[in-house]
């Protein structure tokens, strides 16, 4: 048996869906006696697990966020640690399952151990390079995020076989390290998500699986699952009242993910603010809604663009991927964002308001074949061995 082995990013859900995406895409290419394992660690392990796939668990780390604002070079550190004790679970998986390839999403050091084994690898990521800190404001930060961006696109592209950026150029938000990319070879694939396997249903027939009433106006708000982002569903709940006294027929929606309790927000939930735990199909919740509330993770965005629901994003403060994102989203479809230090009840309503005034949806500006060819390319490598 041939294995191909997936290292699936341990913070957040989005890199789940787009692996499992890329992979099912695979298997179309694959013959039959290759078989595809997964490994990840923390909220990611548990959601491959909860998809019934084959998956082996590693170190986990805890998201260093708190009330919408994310300490980056704690997050570096942790990264660069976290890695250090997951070689030692890739040698013990390598080991084990011998695999002919190792798919490696946004695992940054572990590239050369497999070149070392002699096993051909690939590289995804969705962030082609990474922003500096003014050195004599922070030298710490600032050497570290020299290092990580060198070694990112300038070493890593040389050291795997294939580099695959997860997201169109127009995300890419330097032009230097556009022609990085250019000068390294790195594939640009259009944003992967759930719902390249999973397609949404329409409205109505989401809302008749969720038993919501056609006349309801549907806002739900989710934060993805990485255990970040309770302010901001505390937020929407306290927006309720505000919202009752426009819109009566309102109904919210408060998906918590894998990484925050449900119980403490049910106990303080207004009148119309429905809780809900993990919801793995969340794509019904989307299609059936009229406005959505998101942190401005890249995976749950560029869902609610391909559904074509309305949308707010809040970027998590000192996040400069999802700072990114909010300005992607609003050159590519207008869409707007609030500040997560600036948020609010009296900042969300009338934002919700006049986003549940608009009666159209947006139409979709992706062609929806960024796993279709991932998965050729990571065949072709295949092939070649």
């Given at each position: 048996m041939?294995?191909?082995l997936?290292?699936?990013?341990?913070?957040?859900g989005?890199?789940?869906?787009?692996?499992?995406?890329i992979?099912?895409?695979?298997e179309?290419?694959?013959p039959?006696?290759?078989?595809i394992?997964?490994?990840?660690?923390?909220?990611?392990y548990?959601?491959?697990?909860?998809?019934?796939?084959?998956?082996?668990?590693?170190a986990?780390?805890?998201?260093?966020?708190?009330?919408?604002?994310v300490?980056?070079?704690k997050?570096?550190?942790?990264?660069?640690?976290?890695?250090?004790?997951?070689?030692?679970?890739?040698?013990?998986?390598?080991?084990?399952?011998e695999p002919?390839?190792?798919?490696?999403?946004e695992f940054?050091?572990?590239?050369?151990?497999?070149?070392?084994?002699g096993?051909?690898?690939?590289f995804?990521?969705?962030?082609?390079?990474?922003?500096?800190?003014q050195?004599f404001?922070n030298?710490?930060?600032?050497?570290?995020?020299?290092?990580?961006?060198?070694?990112?696109?300038?070493?890593?592209s040389r050291?795997?076989?294939?580099?695959?950026?997860?997201?169109?150029?127009?995300?890419?938000?330097?032009?230097?390290w556009?022609?990085r990319?250019?000068?390294?070879?790195i594939?640009?694939?259009?944003?992967?998500?759930?719902l390249?396997?999973?397609?949404?249903p329409?409205r109505k027939?989401?809302?008749?699986?969720?038993?919501?009433?056609?006349?309801?106006?549907?806002v739900t708000?989710?934060v993805?699952?990485?255990g970040?982002?309770?302010?901001?569903?505390?937020?929407?709940?306290?927006?309720a009242?505000?919202?009752?006294?426009?819109i009566?027929?309102?109904?919210?929606?408060?998906?918590?993910?894998?990484?925050?309790?449900?119980?403490s927000?049910r106990?303080?939930?207004?009148?119309?603010?429905?809780?809900?735990?993990?919801v793995?199909?969340?794509?019904?919740?989307?299609?059936?809604?009229?406005?959505?509330?998101?942190q401005c993770?890249?995976?749950?965005?560029?869902?609610?663009?391909?559904?074509?629901v309305?949308m707010?994003?809040?970027p998590?403060?000192?996040h400069?991927e999802?700072?990114?994102t909010?300005?992607?989203?609003f050159?590519?479809?207008?869409?707007?964002?609030?500040?997560a230090?600036?948020i609010?009840?009296?900042?969300?309503?009338?934002?919700?308001?006049?986003?549940?005034?608009r009666?159209?949806?947006?139409?979709?500006?992706?062609?929806?074949?960024?796993?279709?060819?991932?998965?050729?390319?990571?065949?072709?490598?295949?092939e070649?061995?």
């Open positions: 041939n294995r191909i997936i290292l699936t990013s341990v913070i957040g989005g890199h789940v869906f787009r692996d499992v995406a992979a099912k895409e695979l179309k290419n694959l039959e006696d290759y078989e394992i997964y490994a990840s660690g923390g909220q990611a548990d959601m491959l697990r909860e998809e019934g796939l084959k998956v082996e668990k590693v986990g780390i805890n998201f260093p966020a708190h009330s919408g604002k300490n980056f070079l997050l570096y550190l942790m990264i660069i640690w976290s890695e250090l004790m997951q070689l030692f679970s890739l040698r013990f998986l390598i080991n084990k399952y002919v390839l190792v798919i490696l999403d940054f050091f572990l590239a050369d151990y497999c070149r070392l084994r096993i051909p690898v690939v995804m990521c969705d962030f082609a390079g990474v922003p500096q800190s050195f404001r030298p710490l930060s600032s050497l570290l995020e020299g290092f990580f961006d060198w070694y990112l696109s300038s070493y890593l050291r795997v076989n294939r580099w695959i950026f997860i997201g169109d150029t127009a995300l890419v938000p330097r032009e230097d556009k022609a990319m250019q000068a390294y070879n594939l640009a694939v259009e944003p992967i998500t759930k390249q396997f999973t397609p949404p329409t027939e989401a809302r008749r699986k969720l038993n919501f009433s056609e006349g309801e106006k549907v708000s989710l993805g699952c990485s970040v982002g309770e302010y901001l569903l505390r937020a929407v709940n306290d927006s009242p505000l919202l009752n006294k426009q009566p027929d309102i109904r919210i929606e408060l998906v918590c993910g894998k990484g925050i309790d449900p119980e927000l106990l303080s939930a207004n009148n119309g603010v429905h809780v809900h735990g993990y793995r199909d969340i794509e019904v919740f989307l299609a059936a809604s009229d406005a959505v509330v998101v993770g890249l995976t749950t965005a560029t869902e609610c663009l391909m559904i074509g309305p707010i994003v809040v998590l403060d000192g400069w999802q700072t990114n909010a300005r992607y989203l050159e590519k479809a207008g869409i707007k964002k609030i500040d230090n600036h609010s009840a009296k900042v969300l309503t009338p934002a919700i308001v006049e986003l549940l005034k009666s159209e949806r947006m139409t979709s500006p992706f062609r929806g074949d960024g796993h279709i060819v991932a998965a050729q390319k990571i065949a072709e490598i295949l070649f061995h």
